[in-house]
């Protein structure tokens, strides 16, 4: 047993007055846990609380009878046995009259009637004598908010969970609850209420009967849910929230239904919208929950209550979109959306409410009013808005049963068809009326021709819903079935005859559309449904294709065929129907395959390309036509253009390749499945290659522009090809280039035996031939560069060695493509071969020593010093007059390189940046100059700061992200943080040798590479280490900013500096340098060649206002003084930032507008 | 100051929709934009108005088309039009201009301030306090005006 003083201790802390509510929140959970562990018994509780309990003092009974009353509620896991129930209930059910101390009462009853009955429950018999007591002795209404509260919610838990015991209490338990109800005004203690209503409501042997009307009547004053106060305190119930509980009390008794019907019926014709909106709202649920027999009586008031919203007064705006314009494209109102969903649910609760709607003398008038207007444009806009909501009503009828639509059909279809001049088509006719104009357009109403085709997609529709629930046989017998059979060849016709008009003016263009979704729904009833006959239905194909085909210029006529077309081919594929599906295939997609290498085609290629791929992708075998159709296509232009130099074949291979690259390809990827598509495309590829090696062929002008264009196109289709394929067939492609590749005559005889340096005299002879004369063989390198690429790191590659020196060969000659495949290949290679160690596979320890090898050339003679075999040597490369370039290419290659090795967290990346920066400082020319010499003795002044530039760029390289390689697409080995951690490495470095370097340019350069690192690391690195960057960032942009060259690198930097100045822990970086980096960003609202350049530093000044104030206090009247300069700025984004920031630093001290 | 509200009901407007500026995808990074109308409205459609929780573009007492403004003249004159006859807040609203345009506007334009021709019952009296700089002056150092302008302004710095 626990220290009784302890925890008597904490009672009378609770019950005292003089307590916070925290210190009482604090004392129950203490009692309440040596309850939970047994420490306490509840009866040892009870027996020492007596004088709490009991006492006359009302404020301390209250507080006891709380405190008891808190304590179950947090003992409602913890098992008691039923003595104990049963006394406490009895206690508190005798309290609830206590009304002194009624809270305590109430929030006990609720903590166990709430119990479940696995930890011991209260039974029935003393449920219902809390039941009784509360009626006996409640007065809610006359309760505070919060205790209202709780009486609800001790109704609803005794309604809910004892609803067996509650239903003896009869009329006085509604009688009761009407009493405590009324007059309700709290959102929250509402929400009970509803809730009560509808639970009462549910008790079986509904006492309401009786009360029915008086309960109505208290609900239905909370008719439509309106708030008064529309930003009140209780903002956590949602005016949604109550019209639903409401409207779930409305629908919970058809006893109800005498009352609500009429009520929400005079609700429609309030002026607010939101109370229309609810009404049907609430309409459309009651009737589904009132069921038919109680809702026929009310049928016509619903229809005319419907046929004013939606007909007489229909709320819809014409869309004012463009293209829509000559369309029937109405935005409906909510009121109108909730009186379909209504008039939806009425027809399909009491199929007889059709009958009112077709005997309706308005729309029976309104048709026939429809005949006077022939065109589009002579219907008046009210005349529209009619047109589609009678539209929209019939579509509603006919959607809801095969015996309605057969109704709706019988009186209205024969009547639309006379509008329409159209007849019974005579079969003697077969197929000529493709070839004649029967029709002429004028003879179409449009009215007529609307519901028309509303009715038939109402059908679809219908046609459908039965088609994937029921196996309905009989359905060719539907009367409406065989109506539409027998006018279908007619209305095919004249849909036919409005898409051959030749005007295309904004009239005819309504027509159009009907035409277009005319076809489309009849040719998109499912299988053996459908009411036209196949050779009808190929006839419809072939009208869409003949758009397709003929003319591009009717854009809207040919992009509306071309979305029918693919609807078709969806309703198709998903409706498994296999005849249709191959007529579509031998009219559709053969044609349209066959437009892709048609070469007098009036339709620009991009469109015929787009249309073949949209077919495409409706179904797969029709995208592996479509796949056939452009590799034929792809063929016959590369051999243009290898063959014949046919410049025209050139942008038309582009295009090609690229719907190759941007759509099929990821079409495929997605879809899943065979890669053979891709496989096949890579193959392909290297076949014609090969072939034209074999013929000695080469690209003409390979120099010029559009070819660079081909070539490129063509990597990038090679590389998503080979990225989407799995190793084994990534294996295939490379084993097939590979092979292309060195049967060639330039490879071969170019000197590779096995790990001898290529690099002597002659052998770089030849590779500089190679460099400059043949376009083919750059063809052949960067397309198995592209390759490469691409590959997956567990893909085999065999040849290794050869291949590495391929690259690198290349690379020295200046071909970048080779410097994303090394790269690529370093970062991918295994660490160990496994198995016999053959001179075809290669570690990637063994590749390294190779490239390092290589770069370092044969002058060891004069290099013995420097070079300790741990990394390059500048020195030893081979340095001649001629080779300026050289350098360059090694630095690029050196940075794609290291940049692989970074991304996979290998340690000679180090050796690398060592490198890289031995070039950044190349210009020293007092110290380490030695090691230079021949390097300053070659290259002039000039030429020296090219290189270091470079250099200085080749970080950028290394840090930014690519999407020519290594990325996630073509599967690069990447860290997590490998930008992080470079960082890291690097900024001491850098930094130490900015303090040494003593000439200007080499600080210079030091910062552009410091510019690019930082500008690509991730922010949170960047803030860690903000304080020591501070210095340096500035410098950098003060240096940075003399060269107009260098403003993408500055505005980056000025990123970065944002960023830091935006994040908290940057800001007390900042603090410190807030003069200096006032005065720089200051030079820099100035700048004349970069718009964003200038918002940014006025940005970051904003940013800086927010810096305590005894710290940029001084700065105010410089800051206010360059910003007013700044308020007359060129450009418009400049100028109200500066007013802006103008703003900010004026009133960070007293007013004072003077500036 | 008289106690009450001066206009007790305004008509509320709704407000113009934001004409974004076309950005032409090649951007001239040494192309001037001349300072337009639709740029001194944005400066001051924003301020709200002294007694009413609404905009002065929402109460139509300013619209784009009372605004002139010759950028190489360095002049703008900016024409408003109380929402009532007596207004008295008028004032108080042209030395909100006044002094917005003053924060935005950089230093070398002459800005003009007036009620429209017809809207106001002192109008010439108004016009003469609005344009005097000694008078603006003078009502600058006056704290509570300061407040009060300064609040209205506060909506404006978007």
Not at chain 1, 221 to 244: M, N, Q, S, W
Not at chain 1, 892 to 911: N, P, Q, S, T, Y
Not at chain 2, 47 to 65: A, G, Q, R, T
Not at chain 2, 135 to 140: D, I, N
């Amino acid at each position: 047993m626990a220290d009784s003083i302890q925890w008597i201790q904490h009672v009378e802390l609770y019950v005292s007055s003089s307590a916070t509510p925290s210190q009482q929140v604090a004392s129950v959970d203490a009692v309440a846990t040596l309850l939970k562990n047994d420490l306490l018994t509840l009866e040892a509780l009870v027996r020492e609380m007596e004088m709490y309990l009991t006492t006359t003092d009302s404020i301390i009974r209250c507080r006891g009878i709380l405190l008891l009353g808190e304590l179950l509620a947090q003992l409602t896991l913890k098992p008691l046995d039923s003595t104990s129930i049963h006394s406490l209930i009895g206690f508190f059910t005798e309290r609830l009259a206590d009304w002194k101390a009624l809270r305590g009462a109430i929030v006990g009853c609720l903590a166990l009637l709430r119990r479940k009955s696995d930890v011991g429950r209260v039974t029935d018999s003393e449920a219902k004598a809390v039941a009784q007591s509360y009626l006996q002795n409640l007065q809610v209404q006359s309760l505070g908010q919060h205790d209202r509260k709780l009486s609800f919610q001790l109704m609803e838990c005794l309604l809910d969970r004892y609803a067996g015991a509650m239903a003896d209490l009869g009329d006085n338990l509604v009688y009761g609850i009407c009493e405590a109800i009324d007059g309700e005004k709290d959102p929250q203690c509402l929400l009970l209420v509803f809730h009560i209503v509808e639970s009462l409501a549910q008790l079986s042997p509904g006492p309401l009967a009786n009360f029915a009307e008086d309960l109505f009547e208290i609900l239905g004053c909370y008719f439509p849910i309106h708030f008064t106060h529309p930003k009140g305190e209780d903002d956590d119930v949602k005016r949604e929230e109550l019209a639903r509980a409401l409207m779930l009390a409305f629908a919970s008794t058809p006893l109800f239904e005498p009352f609500s019907i009429p009520l929400l019926l005079e609700k429609l014709s309030s002026s607010l919208p939101s109370a229309k909106v609810e009404s049907f709202k609430y309409l459309s649920y009651c009737t589904a929950k009132y069921g038919p027999e109680r809702m026929a009586k009310h049928a016509e008031a619903l229809w005319a209550s419907l046929k004013d919203t939606t007909y007489l007064s229909p709320q819809s705006m014409l869309s004012m979109e463009p293209e829509s314009m000559s369309r029937m494209n109405f935005q409906e109102s909510d009121v109108m959306t909730e009186a379909f969903v209504l008039l939806q649910e009425v027809i399909r609760q009491y199929g007889e409410f059709i009958s009112l709607i077709i005997g309706d003398n308005d729309i029976n008038a309104f048709l026939i009013s429809l005949n006077q207007y022939k065109g589009f444009d002579d219907i008046p806009l009210q005349v529209k808005q009619k047109l589609h909501a009678v539209g929209h009503i019939l579509s509603a009828c006919a959607k809801a049963s095969a015996a309605m639509c057969n109704k709706v059909f019988e009186s209205f279809f024969p009547f639309l068809m006379d509008g329409l001049g159209l007849s019974v088509a005579q079969p003697s006719q077969n197929n000529s009326y493709l070839d004649e104009e029967c029709f002429s357009l004028a003879k179409f109403k449009f009215g007529p021709l609307y519901l028309c085709i509303e009715l038939i997609a109402a059908c679809k529709s219908l046609t459908l819903s039965l088609y994937n629930c029921t196996s309905i046989h009989d359905f060719p017998h539907q009367r409406w079935c065989s109506l539409l059979s027998s006018f279908s060849e007619s209305l095919v016709k004249a849909f036919v005859s409005m898409l051959r008009s030749n005007v295309a003016d904004n009239e005819q263009s309504a027509y159009v559309y009907c035409g277009v979704k005319g076809l489309q729904i009849l040719a998109t009833f499912p299988g053996s449904f459908t009411p036209v006959s196949k050779s009808v239905n190929d006839n419809i194909f072939l009208e869409l294709v003949s758009i397709i085909t003929s003319d591009s210029n009717k854009t809207f006529e040919w992009t509306s065929a071309l979305k029918a077309l693919v609807e078709i081919g969806f309703s198709i594929d998903k409706c498994l129907d296999s005849e249709k599906a191959a007529s579509f295939e031998s009219t559709v997609v053969e044609k349209i395959v066959s437009l892709i290498s048609s070469l007098d085609s009036a339709i620009p290629l991009s469109l015929r390309l787009q249309a073949a791929f949209e077919i495409g992708a409706t179904r797969k075998d029709f995208m592996l036509r479509v796949v056939r159709g452009l590799d034929e296509s792809i063929d016959t232009n590369f051999s243009a253009v290898f063959d014949h130099g046919n410049h025209k074949s050139d942008e038309l291979t582009i295009k090609l390749l690229d719907t190759y690259s941007q759509k099929v390809l990821p079409w495929f990827l997605e879809i899943g499945g065979s890669e053979e598509v891709q496989l096949n495309f890579a193959l392909r590829i290297w076949d014609k290659i090969e072939n034209f090696r074999a013929l000695n062929l080469s690209p003409p002008e390979f120099t010029s522009i559009s070819y660079q264009d081909l070539l490129g196109a063509t990597m990038t289709a090679m590389k998503k090809a080979v990225a989407s394929c799995s190793e084994e067939s990534q294996e295939i492609i490379i084993n097939k280039a590979s092979g292309v590749l060195f049967s060639s005559t330039v490879f071969g005889s170019m000197g590779f035996k096995s790990g001898s340096s290529i690099l002597k005299e002659e052998g770089l002879q030849q590779t500089q031939n190679y460099g400059n004369s043949s376009g083919r063989d750059e063809w052949l390198t960067s397309l198995f560069a592209s390759v490469v690429v691409a590959l997956r790191p567990q893909t085999g590659i065999s040849n290794r060695k050869m291949i590495l020196q391929l690259f690198i060969t290349s690379l020295l000659n200046g071909h970048v493509p080779s410097a994303h495949a090394l790269g690529s290949l370093v970062n991918k290679l295994p660490l160990e071969t496994k198995g016999i160690k053959s001179s075809r596979s290669l570690s990637l320890n063994e590749a390294l020593d190779m490239i390092f090898h290589s770069f370092v050339g044969t002058c060891r003679d004069d290099s013995t010093s420097g070079n300790d075999g741990s990394g390059v040597n500048i020195n030893s490369l081979r340095l001649n007059t001629s080779r300026i370039q050289l350098e360059f290419n090694t630095v690029i290659g050196l940075a794609w390189i290291g940049k692989g090795l970074l991304m996979r967290g290998h340690e000679k990346v180090k050796d690398i940046t060592m490198t890289l920066l031995s070039f950044l400082t190349l210009d020293c020319e007092a110290g380490v100059s030695k090691q230079f010499q021949n390097l300053a003795e070659v290259l002039d002044e000039e030429g020296v700061h090219q290189l270091m530039k470079c250099a200085g760029d080749a970080f950028h390289i290394i840090m930014s992200d690519s999407g020519e390689c290594l990325n996630r697409m073509y599967h690069a080995t990447v860290r997590p943080l490998y930008k992080q951690r470079f960082f890291s490495t690097i900024m001491p470095i850098l930094l130490s040798l900015v303090v040494k370097s003593e000439s200007s340019f080499v600080r210079s350069m030091l910062y552009r590479a410091f510019a690019h690192v930082v500008s690509d690391t991730p922010l949170t690195a960047i803030l860690g280490e903000a304080k020591k960057l501070f210095p340096i960032l500035l410098e950098c942009l003060s240096t940075l900013s003399k060269d107009v060259s260098d403003k993408g690198i500055i505005y980056s930097v000025l990123l970065v500096i944002s960023g830091i100045l935006l994040d908290k822990n940057g800001q007390e970086a900042a603090v410190e340098n807030a003069s200096s980096i006032v005065n720089q960003l200051i030079e820099l609202t100035a700048y004349p060649h970069m718009m964003a350049v200038r918002e940014t530093a006025i940005q970051c000044l904003v940013a800086v206002s927010e810096l305590p104030h005894a710290r940029v206090y001084p700065l105010r009247t410089k800051v206010l003084r360059t910003i007013s300069k700044a308020l007359d700025d060129p450009k418009r984004i400049v100028r109200q930032e500066a007013v802006r920031c103008r703003q900010a630093w004026a009133s960070i001290a007293s007013r004072s507008i003077h500036f | 100051m008289v106690s009450g509200l001066i206009n007790a009901n305004p008509v509320v407007y709704e407000k113009k929709e934001r004409r974004s500026r076309s950005t032409p995808t090649h951007v001239d990074e040494y192309a001037v934009e001349l300072i337009d109308q639709l740029e001194i409205f944005d400066h001051i459609r924003d301020i709200k108005d002294p007694e009413h929780p609404y905009s002065l573009e929402e109460l139509k007492v300013i619209s784009e088309d009372a605004i002139e403004v010759d950028d190489k003249r360095s002049y703008v004159r900016v024409t408003f039009t109380p929402t009532v006859e007596h207004c008295s807040m008028a004032t108080v609203i042209g030395l909100c201009l006044r002094v917005k345009l003053m924060r935005s506007l950089p230093p070398r334009y002459k800005v003009d301030i007036r009620v429209a021709p017809g809207t106001h019952a002192t109008e010439a009296a108004v016009n003469k306090q609005l344009n005097d700089k000694e008078r603006v002056a003078a009502a600058l150092e006056n704290p509570n005006l300061v407040d009060m302008v300064d609040e209205c302004l506060a909506p404006s710095y978007g």
